[in-house]
């Protein structure tokens, strides 16, 4: 809901719904199913000494369709609560991680690796 605006002709009532928060971030944890742990990074500076220090903000954001993975960058927008943790919606994948899948990696290359040395042990050996 947001805020009633009287003074209109009767019947006539319009609701104006506040403006809600858009904030870009990174994922970083995508385990939980539908849900995005986004950190967002800030820089304060001391107030004594003036040096800028890095601080973050953590938000938990709600995916519904699974779409972002870990090292994303994310744009998400407040909501209301759904959950204890959650207040959060993510709007869109700004950017893809570059991160390589290791042992995803590993496990082709080792299965493609064996077949071909087979084949290639054998042409040697003949």
Known sequence: MGWLISGLPAGKVKSIDMAKKLMIGVVTSDKMDKTRRVEIGRLVKHPKYGKFIRRRTICHAHDELNDSHLGDTVEII?????????????????????????????????????????????????
């Open 78 to 126: 407040e909501c209301r609560p759904k959950s204890k943790m959650k207040c959060w919606d993510l709007m869109r994948v700004v950017s893809r991680s570059k991160q390589v899948d290791l042992s995803a990696l590993r496990s082709g290359v080792l299965s493609g690796g064996d077949s071909n040395s087979d084949e290639a042990g054998g042409s040697e050996s003949s």
